[in-house]
T-cell receptor
Framework: QKEVEQDPGPLSVPEGAIVSLNCTYS??????FMWYRQYSRKGPELLMY????GNKEDGRFTAQVDKSSKYISLFIRDSQPSDSATYLC??????????FGQGTRLTINP | EAGVAQSPRYKIIEKRQSVAFWCNPI?????LYWYQQILGQGPKLLIQ????????DSQLPKDRFSAERLKGVDSTLKIQPAKLEDSAVYLC????????????FGPGTRLTVL
């Protein structure tokens, strides 16, 4: 079993739709949870950073962490074609290395 | 603020050849990481430096991969000899401090081994 599981998609939705991306994990030591966005032929860029359980909102993006279920989500409201990218969840226990999910390839259709 | 720089951006070699990648982190960042990202997968940490010391190289295939960060600034990652399964994007990242601090990634070097 992988430490972090993420549905690779691909996921294709119309512009303006609400997008839900999810990851599950098995390591209960994880405390820091991140979402990275990676455009084609670019390096990942940090989108959201959450410590422990709860919600965090930044503009059209909302990150949720449910440590009891070992489940994290990223919601994108009013999705735009510029949101088309691969979204990677990542997590760590602090001093431990960052462990990434497989990435979900998302396409927003105009 | 300049980002993480990597070169070359692309490299094509034949199996059993050697190759080296270079990374210059964001100025002042003490921690430097090398990741391997195989097509369709998330990045996998190969090695982590804190200044010029190795913190974690548990997933580095040491029989063929080596890395150094002399003077605690830029770093090189070498593969010798390369195998077909080494075809991947090699990403360098840096962070200000060790631990859960935000990592900033470079554009990567895309390696194709024929």
């Amino acid at each position: 079993q992988k430490e972090v599981e993420q549905d690779p998609g691909p996921l294709s939705v119309p512009e303006g739709a609400i997008v839900s991306l999810n990851c599950t994990y098995s390591n209960s030591a994880f405390q820091y949870f991140m979402w990275y966005r990676q455009y084609s032929r670019k390096g990942p860029e940090l989108l959201m950073y959450t410590y422990s359980s709860g919600n965090k909102e930044d503009g059209r993006f909302t990150a949720q962490v449910d440590k009891s279920s070992k489940y994290i989500s990223l919601f994108i409201r009013d999705s735009q074609p510029s949101d088309s990218a691969t979204y990677l969840c990542a997590m760590s226990g602090g001093a431990q290395k960052l462990v990434f999910g497989q990435g979900t390839r998302l396409t927003i259709n105009p | 603020e300049a980002g993480v720089a990597q070169s070359p951006r692309y490299k094509i070699i034949e199996k059993r050849q050697s190759v080296a990648f270079w990374c210059n982190p964001i100025s002042g960042h003490a921690t430097l990481y090398w990741y391997q990202q195989i097509l369709g997968q998330g990045p996998k940490l190969l090695i982590q430096f804190q200044n010029n010391g190795v913190v974690d190289d548990s997933q580095l295939p040491k029989d063929r991969f080596s890395a150094e960060r002399l003077k605690g600034v830029d770093s090189t990652l070498k593969i010798q000899p390369a195998k077909l399964e080494d075809s991947a994007v090699y990403l360098c990242a840096s962070s200000l401090e060790f631990g859960a601090d935000t990592q900033y990634f470079g554009p990567g070097t895309r390696l194709t081994v024929l």
